[in-house]
């Protein structure tokens, strides 16, 4: 009788910790969407006043941006420009 509870409490114990490290990586992937949607939405609300921006200061706006980083290339890419000419 006591083998079978310690093999029991064993199996349980082996399926609460996989149950808990499945849990955690799909947590960890939710929230790795999660971010992701956000930044669209960020770049889809500040594009328009983004790419205005770059035409007033004659840089060439992003085609498509997809995320935060390609949306502001052009300032990052002009404030370079700027700091070279000195």
């Known amino acids: 009788m006591n083998k079978i509870l ?3 409490a ?3 114990s082996a399926a609460s910790l996989a149950l808990s490290t499945w849990t955690y990586s799909q947590a960890d ?3 790795e969407r999660a971010l992701q ?3 669209r939405r960020l770049v889809e609300k500040w594009k ?3 790419t205005e921006a770059c035409l007033e200061f004659d ?3 992003a085609e498509d941006p997809q995320t935060l ?3 502001f290339q052009p300032f990052f890419d002009l404030v370079v420009k700027l700091s ?3």
């Open 6 to 8: 310690t093999i029991a």
């Open 10 to 12: 064993l199996a349980l």
């Open 29 to 31: 992937a939710r929230a």
């Open 37 to 39: 949607e956000r930044e």
């Open 48 to 50: 328009p006043g983004i």
């Open 59 to 61: 840089a060439v706006p």
């Open 69 to 71: 980083d390609e949306l």
């Open 84 to 86: 070279s000419s000195e």
